[in-house]
């Protein structure tokens, strides 16, 4: 009985500090980063910006996709946060992004954004396309 309680009370620590410590990592402020790929949209007003989390930990690099009005700075939240990120690529088609990758990790994705450009506001769907979906 108190071993099982145990066991129950240790999976809960572990949960616990596994969410803490994703937190910590994917929603810091003032990390820092590379650009590992940036877009431009057909009409050269939207950019679509990968980068990797310069995390300096021994776990797997978390990778967010950005998007914004060209040549923005990194800033706002992602639409696209995962790690075990291989083989990212990024198309645009008008007004819409394909996101794909051979495999990631996805913890959050956002499939339509507005984007305050030169042009105005313009809404921007996104699809994710993930070809082996590594499981939390």
């Known amino acids: ?8 009370q240790m999976r809960m620590v572990k949960r616990i500090f596994t969410v803490f410590f994703f937190s910590i990592i ?6 820092d980063y590379k650009e590992i790929l940036r877009v431009t949209n057909t009409d050269g007003t939207i ?11 021994t776990v797997a690099t978390p990778t967010k ?18 790690d075990y990120v291989d083989g990212l690529t990024m198309v645009w088609d008008g007004a819409h992004l ?3 990758a051979k ?13 305050e450009s030169s042009d105005g506001v313009k809404k921007i769907s996104i699809t994710l396309n993930i070809l082996n979906r590594v499981k939390l």
């Open 103 to 115: 495999r990631a990790r996805v913890f959050s994705f956002v499939d339509s954004v507005d984007v």
């Open 47 to 57: 950019d679509a910006v990968a980068i990797d989390l310069l995390t300096g930990a």
């Open 65 to 82: 996709i950005y998007v914004g009005d060209k040549g923005f700075e990194i800033k706002g939240e992602p639409v696209f946060v995962a």
């Open 98 to 100: 394909v996101v794909r």
């Open 26 to 31: 994917l929603c810091s402020c003032g990390y």
């Open 1 to 8: 009985m108190r071993g099982e309680l145990f066991r129950v």
